[in-house]
Nanobody, 114 residues
Framework: VQLQASGGGLVQAGGSLRLSCAAS????????MGWYRQAPGNERELVAA???????NYADSVKGRFTISRDNAKNTVYLQMNSLKPEDTAVYYC?????????WGQGTLVTVSS
Protein backbone atom coordinates (compact mmCIF):
# COMPACT_ATOMS: atom_id res chain seq x y z
CA VAL A 1 0.00 0.00 0.00
CA GLN A 2 1.29 3.42 -0.90
CA LEU A 3 -0.20 6.83 -0.21
CA GLN A 4 1.79 9.48 -2.04
CA ALA A 5 1.02 13.00 -0.85
CA SER A 6 2.07 16.10 -2.74
CA GLY A 7 1.27 19.78 -3.07
CA GLY A 8 2.72 21.21 0.12
CA GLY A 9 4.87 24.28 0.17
CA LEU A 10 5.34 27.80 1.43
CA VAL A 11 2.48 30.26 1.06
CA GLN A 12 1.59 33.63 2.51
CA ALA A 13 -1.32 34.03 4.87
CA GLY A 14 -4.55 34.32 2.90
CA GLY A 15 -3.21 32.19 0.10
CA SER A 16 -4.25 28.77 -1.16
CA LEU A 17 -2.75 25.34 -1.68
CA ARG A 18 -4.12 22.09 -3.02
CA LEU A 19 -2.85 18.83 -1.60
CA SER A 20 -3.17 15.57 -3.50
CA CYS A 21 -2.79 12.00 -2.32
CA ALA A 22 -2.51 9.20 -4.84
CA ALA A 23 -3.27 5.76 -3.47
CA SER A 24 -2.16 2.37 -4.70
CA UNK A 25 -2.49 -1.12 -3.33
CA UNK A 26 -5.97 -0.58 -1.91
CA UNK A 27 -9.47 -0.68 -3.34
CA UNK A 28 -9.65 3.09 -3.18
CA UNK A 29 -13.39 3.49 -3.66
CA UNK A 30 -14.08 1.32 -0.61
CA UNK A 31 -11.85 3.29 1.74
CA UNK A 32 -12.59 6.33 3.80
CA MET A 33 -9.88 8.87 3.12
CA GLY A 34 -8.66 11.70 5.28
CA TRP A 35 -6.10 14.38 5.89
CA TYR A 36 -4.44 14.81 9.25
CA ARG A 37 -1.85 17.33 10.32
CA GLN A 38 0.79 17.62 12.97
CA ALA A 39 2.45 20.85 13.99
CA PRO A 40 5.68 20.87 16.03
CA GLY A 41 4.94 20.02 19.65
CA ASN A 42 1.35 19.08 18.90
CA GLU A 43 -0.45 15.81 18.48
CA ARG A 44 -1.63 14.68 15.07
CA GLU A 45 -5.18 15.90 14.44
CA LEU A 46 -7.88 15.21 11.91
CA VAL A 47 -8.32 17.99 9.39
CA ALA A 48 -10.91 16.52 7.04
CA ALA A 49 -12.28 13.15 6.01
CA UNK A 50 -14.41 11.81 3.21
CA UNK A 51 -16.25 8.52 3.39
CA UNK A 52 -16.46 5.99 0.58
CA UNK A 53 -19.92 7.28 -0.33
CA UNK A 54 -18.76 10.90 -0.22
CA UNK A 55 -19.93 12.29 3.10
CA UNK A 56 -17.43 14.67 4.64
CA ASN A 57 -16.47 16.04 8.01
CA TYR A 58 -14.05 18.78 8.99
CA ALA A 59 -12.24 20.07 12.01
CA ASP A 60 -13.94 23.20 13.31
CA SER A 61 -10.76 25.18 12.70
CA VAL A 62 -10.89 24.61 8.93
CA LYS A 63 -14.62 24.63 8.21
CA GLY A 64 -15.47 27.05 5.44
CA ARG A 65 -11.82 27.28 4.31
CA PHE A 66 -10.82 23.72 3.39
CA THR A 67 -12.56 21.29 1.06
CA ILE A 68 -11.85 17.59 0.78
CA SER A 69 -12.79 15.68 -2.35
CA ARG A 70 -12.01 12.39 -4.01
CA ASP A 71 -11.69 11.07 -7.54
CA ASN A 72 -12.23 7.31 -7.46
CA ALA A 73 -11.25 6.97 -11.11
CA LYS A 74 -7.81 8.40 -10.29
CA ASN A 75 -7.48 6.82 -6.82
CA THR A 76 -6.77 10.28 -5.50
CA VAL A 77 -8.01 12.41 -2.63
CA TYR A 78 -7.57 16.18 -2.56
CA LEU A 79 -7.55 18.90 0.05
CA GLN A 80 -8.20 22.39 -1.24
CA MET A 81 -7.00 24.87 1.36
CA ASN A 82 -8.05 28.49 1.05
CA SER A 83 -7.59 31.51 3.31
CA LEU A 84 -4.60 29.85 4.91
CA LYS A 85 -3.45 31.04 8.31
CA PRO A 86 -0.07 30.72 10.02
CA GLU A 87 -1.67 28.28 12.46
CA ASP A 88 -2.30 25.92 9.53
CA THR A 89 1.44 25.33 9.33
CA ALA A 90 2.06 21.61 9.82
CA VAL A 91 2.99 18.38 8.14
CA TYR A 92 -0.12 17.07 6.44
CA TYR A 93 -0.64 13.33 6.22
CA CYS A 94 -2.93 11.35 3.98
CA UNK A 95 -4.87 8.53 5.66
CA UNK A 96 -6.86 5.58 4.33
CA UNK A 97 -9.19 3.45 6.41
CA UNK A 98 -11.45 0.46 5.84
CA UNK A 99 -12.83 -1.55 8.74
CA UNK A 100 -9.84 -2.37 10.98
CA UNK A 101 -7.21 -1.50 8.39
CA UNK A 102 -5.59 1.90 8.13
CA UNK A 103 -2.65 3.31 6.21
CA TRP A 104 -0.64 6.53 6.35
CA GLY A 105 1.22 8.51 3.74
CA GLN A 106 4.61 10.08 4.24
CA GLY A 107 3.41 13.63 4.87
CA THR A 108 3.82 16.91 3.04
CA LEU A 109 4.89 20.13 4.73
CA VAL A 110 2.68 23.20 4.56
CA THR A 111 4.18 26.44 5.81
CA VAL A 112 2.06 29.59 6.02
CA SER A 113 3.95 32.81 6.57
CA SER A 114 2.39 35.84 8.22
Amino acid sequence: VQLQASGGGLVQAGGSLRLSCAASGIIFRMNSMGWYRQAPGNERELVAAIASLGSTNYADSVKGRFTISRDNAKNTVYLQMNSLKPEDTAVYYCHAEKLRYEYWGQGTLVTVSS
